[in-house]
């Protein structure tokens, strides 16, 4: 059973190699992303399916550290990444689409399966869930907006302010 879905995107004047590079910099994501608290890379080697890093911020209403791994990844297009949190999965994709401006759009769908969960809990998530996704979609926006930023830095655009839709 799917808790929530929501889909965001902006567009960033950077290449999409410069947008992935900005996106897949796990180490730095305490820097780059608001909403991130810490990072810690529990694999080596470069980003690719099976790197797998803990991170402590707030998701869909849950607080502290979670462990991710990413499932799928084709640089510099799209990577999927997943955690468990308790009886629920989270799932966050992230697609990366040139446009013909020469900027690339950014695309970010999240996706939590609530399955798991006891009737009684369902009951709770149907009546208080939506206060979890409001503050995750605000979230989402802002991480798309400092990715923007970060890109759009590290590839000398000048930025200014975008809203994710």
């Known amino acids: 059973m799917t808790g929530h879905v929501i889909h965001l995107n902006t ?43 803990s991170e402590e911020r707030t998701f869909f209403g849950h607080h502290g550290q979670e462990e991710l791994h990413v499932t799928e990844s084709d640089a510099p297009r799209r990577t999927l990444h997943e955690t468990k949190l308790r009886h629920d999965a989270i799932r966050t994709a992230w697609s990366i689409q040139p446009n013909r401006d020469d900027t690339t759009r950014l695309l970010v769908t999240a996706t939590m399966d609530v399955s798991g969960r006891s009737p009684a809990e369902k009951v709770l998530w149907n009546a208080f869930g939506g206060h979890s996704y409001n503050a995750t979609r605000k979230m989402l926006a802002q991480d798309l907006e400092d990715i923007r930023v970060e890109a759009e830095k590290r590839s000398g655009a000048v930025t200014g302010r975008h809203r994710a839709s």
């Open 11 to 53: 567009s960033i004047h950077a290449s999409p190699e410069a947008v992935w590079e900005v996106l897949t910099d796990i180490p730095h994501h305490p820097d780059i992303l608001r909403s991130v608290k810490s990072t810690r890379l529990l694999t080596d080697g470069g980003y690719d399916v099976g790197t797998t890093w």
